[in-house]
């Protein structure tokens, strides 16, 4: 490159590092006009168009940059970012290897092209590709390289058994062939044994593990040895590794859990293997009261400094309970006296509190008789102890609603007296008490689950708003009251919370669920309110840096040769990529699109794609529902269970029911068939789960299984099979009006060339010769099937259920799905609106039979739409504030009239806001499509 | 237990839970970590699988500079007292010596945070130098473009993240290992040291 041309590219550079494209595309331009076939100058256009989102320009010179196979770094570097961007990952191993093929012995290019392949996940080719530098270059480096690569592709979901094997007997003949030991790394020894271990080499990975470099790298390596107590289980060592762990505990001091779960195993290991052997029994006695001498005295030693002596103990206990029973009751209490100060007492006793009878009884003595002074922080924490100990292992009998109620009545009491000894902390601080009203909140949960009676969880809304003004960083109550006002039909009183704990970063996959699911039913979009379509969009952020970051640096641990982690950050990649949650997300958000956007064959053909991908993944639920702290007794149903919207989770099920619907009436709706799509696709395709290759697109869709429709509402069950019924009778028809792909694509290459002024890559243009329509006659025309009206005719009668009940909530949720019911409608009909291609068709008695049905569900929507105008000029008065204050029955000194009073406001208001809302929307909708 | 780090969301819970700063951070200043001294970073998980605490660290600096840092440590509230902090700080130590071969381990601690402070002390830690001012944005150190800025986390701002502007004083904290058998890493009269923000790393 000349010097002068050097100069005029660099303001390029400048302008696309501090993000300013449009003058990047403008240099670009000005200086193509001089140079119009230079590879960097058109490589650096196209990223400056990618990144202000011109695909289709940035589609057309990318190809051209492709064509001219580029050698030089900037072009390949260049390049790299714009094909990143478009999700070409395949298009970018091609251009690195053609370019690696014309300079061999470039070094660096090699890298390049071994990562092009990685980000691509070729592992297979990024294998070969490794071998080949191997021989080349002999940096070792490469060789481990090609052993990872060889375990990934091991490792990938869609590899056959048979060839996982091979593929680590692969990776085991490469790493051994290496010149040095592979213990003179850490990370290259941690593969080493993972291979091993998987080929089951239990014995050759002990004598590696055995020799003093082994040695050296597990007593520093957690990662390494984990891998090797894990070798030791599968051997069946564990007696040997119950000795190591005893010496480590007594010579080292270690006090790792794991150490302490090592001597237990061992101490256990003879029953294991034969116990019907004579003197099994006896030997294995003996050394439980061996072992039982050992954590004995390391938990005197220790005292309260570490507790790993006397959970080892209980531990121990746990395991060889047939034998003796007063001693589990012994160490309890033992555990209590000494930890039970220690706000982690209850969860490291629940494990070991499963009891019954006699048992249960001098345990719940024992808690009963034990202090309840609240004179200090320590003694607070003793009290809620046992208050959450005692309250698991309650019966049913004793929850009674007026045993539950004289329960709440004392915790409540004790947090007001125990508030005292936390007045003087700092806003940020929590309060010791705070526990008490989480068990108050819990009990009040608890009962209106037994009753149905709303006041309690007003109760509890009341009494946790207190409690979390005292404590502003109690997250935990900030998440029971999201659940509350959701079941309370108050979502922006919920949203207002969420947005309170400030969620960052990956907890938008793993806590969104707390507003996000089922969110379509509060969401306002049809009258124009976005609140709910936006937020599912911030959510989703997170999926889009993912995909754009994690893989960098999966290659740097390439590159410092972190091969531990690689696995590591490609399974934290691909949990993220493919989150459940992030496609529930996806499918309210566009629940709500229909309801907001026009429908047209632009929206449907676009989500169309998005959802046909979703399809093939294979989800992982990343959900966190333990979050939610629990304390109901272990008879009933868990907290998080009991304060389900519609007291359902919508998992894999729920997801595959919904998207089986949406995408069976966008592909009828839509003219892209597969072909067209694979034509039209930007990116490269993602991986196919192996449960997508089990049959065609069409029977997938068709199959409806019980337990997937199992997660479904009875109400979202009726919207499902009425869908499926609406697009059963259409289909013929659909398939009848389609134009067949050439002419699809041959106008979508139309909108291109207008568009960019160039073609369409890889698509023919020219016009398909004859007439466009189809040989065959019209379908028969058949009548709609019944269940169409009679869907909307129940669902007025579910509505009319659902509102006398005492839940507030499960009208709006009938009344979401029929206006959804409709919308489907709506998108079934579309093709068949436009005068021409009805009479070409002939189809005219098809569409006379649309008549009846969208009149039946206007006439039902709009009634719904009337009674919820009703019921929602009655929320948001002070009647109903005062309701709220009586129905909590908590007004009081401590919890002031104003106080609860404002939190009626904001319940009241915000349903009526809902109520509102979504009357509106609906007669709108009405409105639009009524003709 | 103590456990080798690895990328969950509990690891993210446990940041929103106990309002720490650190474990908020975006996805790349962990894979920063990780891709690069996975063995200084590890967790305390519960025997039921519980996130009871964590630590991060690195070993950087050059000849006798080199050593092991402490980026972050963190016990949650319920876990506090129980001995977890020594353990993981222990396990920092053991490779920071063996493995890195580095001549002392160090950490900056903010100057009001006592109960760090005094843990510290106890371990054999003492002050080296403290920081004078600190205004928010390391963003060109000494070296030209430091490569942790990219994600807006020096270990330097790691340290103060999240807090008032009045407590941004931290003091650098050191503890000598076997290779500074003549202990030339550390010194008496440290807290009499003061230097500005850009001479630490
Ligand atoms: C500092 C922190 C990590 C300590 O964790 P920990 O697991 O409770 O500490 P350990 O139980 O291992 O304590 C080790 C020693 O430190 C000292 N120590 C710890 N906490 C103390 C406290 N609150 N008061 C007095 N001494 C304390 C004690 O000497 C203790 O030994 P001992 O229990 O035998 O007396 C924890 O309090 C924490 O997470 N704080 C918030 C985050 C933070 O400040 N991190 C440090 C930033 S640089």
């Not at chain 1, 140079?35 to 990144?51: E, F, I």
């Not at chain 1, 390439?558 to 993220?576: G, H, N, R, T």
């Not at chain 1, 206006?819 to 005068?835: D, N």
Request: overall charge negative; aromatic content about 8%; proline content about 3%.
């Amino acid at each position: 490159m000349s010097a002068a041309l050097d100069r005029q590219i660099r303001p390029i550079y400048d302008a696309l590092d501090t993000g300013s494209n449009k003058s990047a595309i403008v240099a670009c331009n000005k200086l193509l006009k001089k140079h119009p076939k230079n590879a960097l100058v058109q490589a650096l256009k196209a990223l400056a168009l990618v990144r202000s989102q011109k695909v289709e320009e940035a589609l057309a010179l990318c190809d051209e940059v492709l064509e001219s196979k580029p050698a030089d770094d900037s072009t390949l570097n260049a390049m790299m970012h714009v094909l990143r961007g478009l999700g070409r990952h395949k298009d970018m191993v091609t251009m690195y290897e053609a370019a690696y093929k014309k300079q061999p012995a470039n070094e660096e290019l090699g890298a390049q092209t071994f990562f092009a392949n990685v980000r691509a996940s070729n592992w297979k080719s990024a294998q070969l590709l490794a071998s080949k530098m191997y021989k080349q270059f002999q940096e070792e480096r490469y060789l481990y390289w090609s052993v990872i690569s060889s375990v990934l592709q091991a490792k990938d979901p869609n590899t056959s058994t048979e060839m996982r094997t091979l593929l680590y007997k692969l990776a085991l003949r490469l790493i051994t062939s290496a010149p040095s030991p592979s213990s003179i790394r850490s990370d290259r020894f941690h593969l080493h044994l993972t291979i091993l271990r998987e080929l089951a080499e239990y014995d050759e990975a002990f004598a590696l593990l055995d020799t003093p470099a082994g040695q050296g790298i597990c007593e520093t390596n957690l990662a390494c040895n984990e891998i090797r107590r894990d070798i030791m289980r599968l051997k069946g060592a564990l007696e040997e590794e119950g000795k190591r762990a005893e010496q480590r505990i007594l010579e080292k001091n270690d006090r790792n859990w794991l150490e302490f779960l090592s001597v237990v195993d061992g101490t256990f290991s003879p029953l294991l293997q034969n116990s019907a052997v004579d003197g099994v029994k006896e030997q294995c006695a003996s050394k439980v009261s061996n072992t039982m001498a050992l954590f004995t005295k390391i938990s005197v030693e220790d005292g309260k400094k570490d507790r790993s002596g006397l959970l080892g103990l209980l531990e121990l206990e746990d395991r060889s309970r047939k034998h003796d029973s007063t001693r589990l009751l012994t160490l309890l209490k033992h555990y209590y006296e000494l930890f039970g100060d220690k706000a982690c007492c209850f969860e490291d006793l629940k494990p070991y509190s499963d009891l019954e009878d006699q048992e249960l009884a001098s345990w719940s003595e024992i808690l009963n008789t034990s202090p309840s002074s609240l004179s200090s922080v320590e003694s607070v924490r003793r009290v809620i102890n046992s208050h959450k100990l005692l309250r698991y292992n309650l019966s049913r009998s004793e929850l009674t609603v007026e045993a539950e109620c004289s329960r709440a009545e004392l915790y409540i009491k004790q947090y007001q007296e125990g508030l005292l000894l936390g007045k003087d902390l700092p806003s940020t601080e929590l309060q010791p008490v705070d526990d008490l009203a989480i068990l108050a909140g819990s009990v009040f949960v608890n009962v209106w689950k037994m009753t149905g009676d709303i006041k309690f969880l007003y109760k509890a809304a009341v009494l946790l708003e207190f409690a979390l003004a005292k404590s502003r960083q109690a997250f935990q109550m900030r998440l029971m009251l999201i659940r509350i006002y959701r079941l309370l039909g108050a979502p922006a009183v919920a949203s207002d919370h969420y947005h309170l704990l400030r969620i960052k970063q990956v907890q938008n996959d793993t806590l969104s669920h707390f507003i996000l699911s089922r969110c379509s039913t509060f969401s306002l979009a049809a009258s124009g309110d976005l609140t709910f379509s936006s937020e599912c969009l911030e959510a989703s952020q997170i999926y889009i840096s993912n995909s754009q970051e994690t893989s960098d640096f999966v290659i740097r641990a390439f590159s410092a040769e972190k091969y531990s982690q690689i696995p590591e950050f490609i399974k934290f990649e691909d949990w993220l990529e493919n989150s459940l949650q992030r496609d529930i997300t996806k499918l309210e958000y566009l629940r709500m699109r229909v309801a907001h956007e026009a429908i047209s064959s632009e929206i449907i053909d676009l989500e169309l794609i998005e959802l046909k991908f979703i399809f093939d993944r294979l989800h992982h639920d990343n959900r966190d529902f333990e979050i939610l702290p629990n304390y109901q007794p272990r008879v009933v149903e868990d907290f998080n269970t009991q304060t389900l919207l519609f007291g359902k989770s919508e998992g894999h099920g729920w997801v595959w029911s919904l998207l089986k619907t949406y995408i069976t009436a966008f592909s009828q709706a839509s003219d892209l068939d597969d072909v067209v799509e694979e034509k039209l696709l930007v990116g490269d395709r993602p991986q196919v789960s192996d449960a997508a290759k089990r049959g065609t697109l069409k029977e997938r869709l068709a199959e409806r299984d019980e337990e997937e429709l199992s997660e479904l509402t009875t109400d979202e069950l009726s919207l499902v099979s009425y869908a499926d019924a609406l697009a059963a009778w259409l289909e013929p028809f659909h398939d009848y009006v389609r134009p067949p792909a050439s002419v699809v694509l041959a106008e979508a290459a139309k909108q291109t060339e207008l568009k960019t002024g160039m073609p369409l890559r890889g698509v023919d243009t020219t016009p398909p010769n004859g007439s466009v329509k189809k040989e065959e006659d019209t379908p028969p025309i058949t009548d709609a099937p019944e269940a169409l009206q009679k869907f909307f005719e129940n669902m007025k009668a579910r509505f009319e259920v659902a509102r006398k009940t005492t839940s507030p909530v499960e009208a709006l949720h009938v009344a979401t799905l029929t206006q959804e019911a409709f919308l489907l409608f709506v998108v079934e009909t579309l093709r068949f609106k436009t005068a021409s291609v009805v009479k070409i068709h002939k189809l005219g008695n098809l569409v006379t039979k649309f008549k009846p049905i969208r009149a039946v569900a206007v006439t039902v929507l709009r009634d719904m739409a009337a009674a919820l105008e009703g019921i929602s000029a009655q929320e948001g008065t002070s009647e109903k504030r005062r309701e709220f204050i009586e129905l909590s029955g908590l007004e009081s000194l401590e919890f002031d009239h104003d106080f609860i009073m404002n939190i009626g406001k904001k319940v009241t208001d915000s349903r009526k806001k809902v109520q509102e809302g979504i009357a509106k929307g609906m007669s709108k909708l009405c409105s639009t499509y009524e003709q | 237990m103590l456990l080798y780090f690895v990328l969950s969301s509990e690891t993210w819970i446990f940041g929103q839970k106990h309002l720490d700063h650190v474990l908020q951070y975006n996805i790349g200043f962990y894979l920063h970590y990780l891709s690069r001294w996975p063995d200084l970073c590890c967790v305390q998980e519960a025997p039921r699988g519980r996130m009871m605490g964590y630590v991060i660290g690195k070993a950087e600096g050059q000849a006798a500079e080199w050593h092991g840092h402490v980026t972050a440590i963190t016990v949650a509230p319920e876990y506090r007292r129980l001995s977890l902090a020594r353990k993981m700080m222990n396990l920092l130590e053991l490779v920071s010596n063996d493995i890195y071969r580095g001549f002392f381990v160090d950490l900056f601690v903010r100057c009001n945070n006592l109960v760090a402070i005094e843990m510290y002390e106890g371990m054999g830690y003492s002050v080296y130098r403290r920081v004078k001012e600190y205004y928010g944005n390391l963003g060109v150190g000494k070296g030209g473009r430091d490569e942790e800025d990219a994600f807006g986390m020096s270990a330097l701002a790691v340290c103060l993240s999240g807090r008032q502007e009045t407590e941004k004083v931290p003091l650098d904290m050191r503890k000598p290992l076997s290779r500074d058998s003549a202990r030339r890493s550390v010194r008496n009269n440290g807290r009499d040291i003061i230097v500005s923000a850009h001479d630490v790393s």
